[in-house]
């Protein structure tokens, strides 16, 4: 990446909204996110990491909707995070630099993105922050490190609820949360997840709409059955609780 890349700067219509959220920032914290978005755009020119051209539009609809998570952080126990599907490092960066207290773990399976990842991690200096380019399937398999190992397990455009919480919940500790950034669809996508929410012993405590979109939240009630999540690309391919996913209320094939 270019050295001279020009961090991005932060428009009022932004300022102006966090403020409406009651979101607060430590000195130094916008900088940072604004020097992350000059280095994602200029990343953006080789590979696709962002469809919002206007650097401007991605204050709102990038930081403003990762920043949304903010609230829920500071009210439960959120020493260790894990970015599921983290892609070109949102929610998990803008949330990092905010949150230096907690963990954060980027879980990115495409290499390239992780690299690109990586590389922010170094030029920030955000020394609470790991990458692992790893796909959620393999990171959360029974036996992992990684798995039930997380206080919060966060998640922005992976999927439809279904899917994602095959990929995200085996991630959370007994007790732990999954806040997960959906659209206007959120309701819908909570009703077609009532089987794979009983499956992975999971159950929504709550949903909420922002400024940006609507986010639901997962606690996760008991451990995960070692069948989760199953190999890769199955959860995609056969959304827990859909025709044909072959699976009981119990979880068993």
Known sequence: MSDAMAPIPVPDSFLEAASRMNLDFDAGDLEKISAYLGLLYEANQRMNLTAIRSPEDAWSRHVLDSLSLLP????????????????????????????????????????????FLQDVVTRLDLSNVRVVNDRAETAAAHGCAHRGAFDVVIARAVGPLPVLLELTVPFARVDGIVAAIKGGRASIEIEDSAQALIMLRSEVIEQHRTDTGTIVLIQKN?????LYPRRPGEPKRRPLGSEGSDMDHNGVR
């Open 72 to 115: 829920i952080l500071s009210s439960v126990k959120s020493d260790t995070v894990i970015d599921v599907g983290s892609g070109g490092g949102l929610p998990g960066i803008p949330l990092a630099i905010t949150v230096p207290d907690s963990r954060f773990v980027l879980l990115e399976a495409t290499g390239k993105k992780a690299a």
């Open 222 to 226: 008991k451990s995960t059955p070692r």
